[in-house]
């Protein structure tokens, strides 16, 4: 059952600059760095992730990440369901594998799979 909210990831522009601000003004901590791009920080049991991309941000700043127990299993009842998804098949990512949907206004809502 995809219920339960296990990740919040916020597009960045500038990962040094967003780092200063969640440290520095908000009290976050950093919890782990997943390359130059990727960043995970201490926020009680929900962890805020960091994403900086050159994109333009049109879309979502901020993306819903869903826990997913078996992420084959609910990519492909999604799917049969005829939600909108954006990849072929789960791809990997640095703490497992995940897929991306929409819902019907167009938002993106991340399941995840952690591998650890």
Avoid: W
Avoid at 1 to 20: F, G, H, P, S
């Amino acid at each position: 059952m995809l219920n339960k909210i296990c990740v919040l990831t916020v597009k960045v522009k500038d990962m040094k600059e967003a780092i200063e601000f969640y440290t520095h003004v908000l009290g976050f901590e950093v919890s782990k760095h997943y390359g130059d791009k990727i960043v995970s920080l201490v926020h009680g049991e929900l962890p805020i992730v960091l994403e900086e991309s050159d994109i333009p941000h049109a879309g979502n700043q901020v993306l819903l990440g869903i826990l997913s127990e078996n992420i084959e299993e609910d990519f492909l009842q999604l799917k049969e369901k005829g939600i909108t998804v954006q990849f072929d098949e789960p791809q990997p990512c640095p703490p497992g594998r995940y897929f991306i949907i929409e819902d019907p206004s167009g938002n993106q809502i991340e399941i995840i799979e952690f591998s650890n």
